[in-house]
């Protein structure tokens, strides 16, 4: 990654020729100096880019595809863009780039419990990708729940003309096939082969797991409460339950979570070099039947009890029940846990001749609508066309279908401040059922609809049902609206990019609205840049603060005056034999992406700081350390190839992050014999990070060394 990151920024014309690069949900976009050095041939020849295209002036884009945000972050880590801007502030020493402000705000963002913080956050993103399926899925079900309002069509006559069932598959398809779309990118989340849980969902819904039903085998009993078969079939002395999955995003999400243990166990123990066939086989093999025997029948099990509960409660506890179903829906949509209710909708309807939940499902939806519409008053106020768009679209499929996944998935997961202002709504709109329909079994309908404008006529009394929903929107809406949905901050990097693009310093796109929003909401962490082939861009890209960044040379510069004209030795951290840095095994280092590098392959267990300075980094994994010396080089001592798949198994740090030390202190021990039965290779490597800034560094040897000899000379 890193070397074809370097081979873009080269092919830009180097970092001298970049203003501004920021990237959307596909693109690199550059604003440079001169547009007319790019080298379009080679930039289309580069593995990682899609194309290349000019834009207005001085703009260029780089169409990388989905892994845009890994490129995005090996480029800005590249040692030559150190202390220099990404965000549009002109290359200015000491401002901080798009990602220092994200990384800002999200940390002061934080709530008490990090560990919901990156529940929600998983919840967001495993939603996000497919939130334009969903919004055009939900406008075609708006157009059935319009005819169907105005008598054109009736959805439950089996007899209805043949355009209507072929108008429902366009937006079933995205329902039904719902948990697989969930698991692919629940796994893309958990940094797992997305397609190996998106399979394991689809072995769920194939004609051979459906048809298990139909076997002689196969055994069904009714639930009573629900009025539904359930079914199971002996499979090697075990019982499976025949369950449907169609719908169901809570079990993708859980079974995709416990996938990526099995996928990170996995991809420890076996040879990185197989792993392309064996990680995917293995994982199916053993998740899938922990799905179909355990996790499907878990999930659907406690969606079943939720409804059974429901049930009792609005026979015993009607008030109770009015209120309680607005709140429990916000938290019941995001994990899929309100699928069973439907099916209780349909038997109440079919046994009592009405149903009473989607009364008081409706305050929920127009609380949740009310939400949007005051997020999409305040993005009109401050001219976000982004969040304008998105807002829009999502309030007129739930105003008029119904429909809240849009604006749930789309808007209010993303944004934390939204969920407890739109809990007043959700309140204040089951309140008013419960008090304005006392006496009497609540507000029922005898169809199954979606609580949409279209449909208040359905409810009955519908007056009561009427002025419920309008107290649910209003109040969210005037909660929001007067406290906003974002957090200052948050407001305030919306208006300097709209500020920005209004002043033509950036452009707006169907393709970085995604980004756009997520600058906004920062809702999403940024993206892992250790990747395969340069495990080195977790120290470049992460591990390093601003101010002590390996490669900022003008920091060093400004901190110890002008460059002094003498040498500098780094010297061995480890005996062993040394290898030149063309040699050396990681693309990145070999060639020079992160520096003038040399490696030592090991014959002890011990690493040592090859210069005296302060230690400016230290990886999680124990395998990488950043020096600063006092003279201002920086040195990455890099142990072993790709070892930050060992997750820090072997190595133990004998350093802390602003820990002073002397050559040939004790940076870590490593078991080297792991390392390498581990399949992986055990040169350490020593870099100088900043090299470009310097005066020369150039290789003292080429042969065996002893540990504290020379290796480097860096000339000031």
Known sequence: MKYAAADILAGVGGADNIRAVTHCATRLRFELNDASIVDKDRLEKNEKVLGAVPQSGDRYQVIVGGDVPNVYNALTALPEMQNRSTSGNGGKSGERSNDDVKAEARAKNKGRFPWLDNFFEFLSDSFRPIIGILLGASLVIAF???????????????????????????????????????????????????????????????????????????????????????????????????????????????????????????????????????????????????????????????????????????????????????????????????WPLNALMLVNINTLGYDFIQGPMGAWNFACFGATAAVLALSIKDKDKVMTQTAGSALAAGLVGGISEPSLYGIHLRFKRIYPRMLIGCFAGGLAIAVLSLGSNGVTTNAFVFTSLVTISVFQPAGVYAIAIAIAFFTSFVAIYLTDYRTPEERKAVLARVTAEREGKGTISEDNAEVSEENASLAAPAADSAVAGSTAA???????????????????????????????????????????????????????????????????????????????????????????????????????????????????????????????????????????????????????????????????????????????????
């Not at 719902?178 to 769920?204: E, F, H, R, T």
């Open 144 to 338: 059935i729940a319009v005819m169907e309002g105005f008598h054109v069509v009736d959805t439950h006559d089996p007899n209805r003309a043949p355009i209507w069932f072929f108008l429902e598959a366009m937006y079933q398809s995205v329902f039904y096939f719902l948990p697989v779309m969930v698991a692919y990118n629940a796994g893309k989340k958990l940094k797992i082969d997305p397609w190996v849980s998106a399979a394991i969902m689809l072995a769920l819904m194939t004609p051979q797991f459906l048809d298990l039903q139909e076997n002689p085998a196969a055994t069904c009993v009714t639930n009573e409460a629900l009025g539904t078969d359930t079914c199971s079939i002996p499979i090697l002395g075990m019982k499976l339950l025949l369950n449907s999955y169609d719908g169901n995003v809570f079990v993708p999400l859980m079974m995709a979570a416990v996938a990526a243990l099995v996928y990170r166990f996995f991809q420890k123990v076996i040879p990185s070099s197989v792993h392309i066939v064996f990680l995917p086989f293995l994982t199916l093999v053993v998740v899938m039947p922990i799905t179909a025997f355990l996790i499907g029948p878990f999930g659907i099990w406690l969606g079943n009890i939720i409804g059974t509960g429901l049930a009792w409660l609005n026979g015993n506890a009607p008030f109770v029940f009015a209120i309680l179903i607005p709140m429990l829906y916000p938290f019941l949509v995001p994990l899929g846990l309100h």
């Open 538 to 716: 977790v120290i470049g890209a992460s591990s390093l603060s601003s101010a002590d960044a390996i490669g900022n040379g003008a920091s060093a510069s400004a901190s110890s005056g002008a460059p002094a004209e003498e040498d500098v030795t780094v010297v061995a951290p480890v005996s062993g034999t040394v290898v030149s840095q063309k040699d050396l095994k990681d693309p990145a280092f070999a060639a020079g992406a992160l520096g003038t590098a040399v490696g030592v392959v090991p014959t002890d267990g011990t690493v040592a700081a090859p210069v005296s300075g302060k230690i400016i980094s230290v990886a999680k994994t124990g395998h990488a350390y950043g020096i600063k010396t006092d003279d201002g080089v920086e040195i990455l001592v890099h142990i072993g190839i790709d070892t930050v798949k060992m997750q820090g198994e072997g190595f133990t740090p004998q350093v802390a992050k602003k820990d002073r030390v002397n050559v040939g202190d004790a940076l870590a021990t490593v078991d080297f014999d792991a390392v390498a039965k581990a399949g992986f290779d055990t040169t350490v490597i020593v870099t100088v990070v900043n090299s470009k800034s310097l005066e020369s560094v150039t290789e003292t040897s080429s042969d065996a060394v002893q540990a504290g000899e020379p290796v480097l000379s860096v000339r000031m």
